[in-house]
Nanobody, 127 residues
Framework: QVQLVESGGGLVQAGDSLRLSCAAS????????MGWFRQAPGKEREFVAA???????????VYADSVKGRFTISRDDAKNTVYLQMNSLKPEDTAVYYC?????????????????WGQGTQVAVSS
């Protein structure tokens, strides 16, 4: 089992950048596929990005089309942390951002595939 704590959210202007962090407990973090999801008010939770536990794969990351080229997911297994670098933020990126984990799972976009979740961090982008 793994516990996740997100941080790094805040209020920024359109065009600004933010880096979200998700710190995980436990000694087996390197064996978890990690994902970022977001949920805007009145909308369903949606996939943002994921990074595989298999780092030597050419397909180790995947992104939603809406963030491709602007967001970058990365991980530091030595620090038990996954990051989401968000550049060129837009007002439509405003949401609560959640970190999620799944043990040795292939990259998947569905929220139901991830059994472990953090509490979320708010990102607000003003125009």
């Amino acid at each position: 089992q793994v516990q996740l704590v997100e941080s790094g959210g805040g209020l920024v202007q359109a065009g600004d950048s933010l880096r979200l962090s998700c710190a995980a407990s436990g000694r087996t973090f390197s064996s978890y596929t990690m994902g970022w999801f977001r949920q805007a008010p009145g909308k369903e939770r949606e996939f943002v990005a994921a990074i595989s536990w298999i780092r030597w794969s050419e397909s180790s990351t995947v992104y939603a089309d809406s963030v491709k080229g602007r967001f970058t997911i990365s991980r530091d297994d030595a620090k038990n942390t996954v990051y989401l670098q968000m550049n060129s933020l837009k007002p439509e990126d405003t949401a609560v951002y959640y970190c999620a984990a799944a043990w040795r799972m292939a990259l998947r976009l569905g929220a139901s595939s991830y059994p472990y979740w953090g509490q979320g961090t708010q990102v607000a982008v003003s125009s």
